[in-house]
């Protein structure tokens, strides 16, 4: 997963330095976007969800350059017996990173590389509540999306991806509300 990220921003990367200049007609889009996010993690099984705030600069139709700021919640399910004991446990993770989006209309193709951090608990057998101190880690991120303009300018998206934040990769399925912001 990572070695796919990594070469899609070098590709990334690698084309925007060569591309050629866009007719006059196009001019830079800057958007502010909001979405929520829902996942499940199938190797605790337990379920994701998370919110997202982004920023994106598009200097040209093909290529737009992110930053976003994220924050998920990820929680077993104590109802549910896995390996013969409570699944009751809950992480919360936040992650900020940068990353690129290639455009093929009304289709788009993004990843992105940051830095997150981890906290929280699960319960034991014994009922004792084991903490999980606060970790920082690498962040990463994959997603196909679809984006619906609107006639302001602004776009709807819905976009399913795969979040990584060691140890965990999680599909995971998002609606976000993409704000024009004007000059």
Same mark, same amino acid.
């Given at each position: 997963?990572?070695?796919?990220?990594?070469?899609?921003?070098?590709?990334?990367?690698?084309?925007?330095?060569?591309? &050629?200049?866009?007719?006059?007609?196009?001019?830079?889009?800057?958007?502010?976007?909001?979405?929520?996010?829902?996942?499940?993690?199938?190797?605790?099984?337990?379920?994701? &969800?998370?919110?997202?705030?982004?920023?994106?600069?598009?200097?040209?139709? !093909?290529?737009?350059?992110?930053?976003?700021?994220?924050?998920?919640?990820?929680?077993?399910?104590?109802? !549910?017996?896995?390996? %013969?004991?409570?699944?009751? !446990?809950?992480?919360?993770?936040?992650?900020?990173?940068?990353?690129?989006?290639?455009?093929?209309?009304?289709?788009?193709?993004?990843?992105?590389?940051?830095? %997150?951090?981890?906290? %929280?608990?699960?319960?034991?057998?014994?009922? /004792?509540?084991?903490?999980?101190?606060?970790?920082?880690?690498?962040?990463?991120?994959? %997603?196909?999306?679809?984006?619906?303009? /609107?006639?302001?300018?602004?776009?709807?998206?819905?976009?399913?991806?795969?979040?990584?934040?060691?140890?965990?990769?999680?599909?995971?399925?998002?609606?976000?509300?993409?704000?024009?912001? /004007?000059?």
């Amino acid at each position: 997963m990572n070695h796919v990220v990594y070469f899609f921003l070098l590709f990334m990367v690698g084309y925007s330095l060569t591309s &050629t200049a866009q007719p006059a007609s196009f001019h830079k889009l800057q958007s502010l976007g909001v979405s929520a996010k829902v996942g499940f993690d199938s190797n605790f099984q337990g379920l994701l &969800t998370g919110a997202n705030l982004s920023y994106e600069h598009r200097s040209n139709k !093909w290529l737009g350059i992110t930053s976003s700021l994220n924050h998920e919640i990820y929680r077993g399910f104590p109802f !549910w017996q896995v390996n %013969g004991s409570d699944n009751d !446990w809950m992480f919360r993770k936040a992650s900020f990173d940068f990353g690129l989006r290639a455009y093929l209309q009304p289709l788009y193709l993004s990843a992105s590389i940051g830095l %997150g951090y981890s906290s %929280g608990y699960a319960k034991e057998e014994d009922n /004792k509540i084991n903490s999980h101190a606060l970790q920082l880690m690498g962040y990463n991120s994959l %997603g196909l999306g679809f984006q619906f303009r /609107k006639r302001n300018g602004d776009a709807m998206e819905i976009e399913i991806g795969i979040n990584s934040l060691y140890p965990t990769k999680v599909p995971t399925l998002g609606y976000r509300y993409r704000f024009l912001l /004007k000059d």
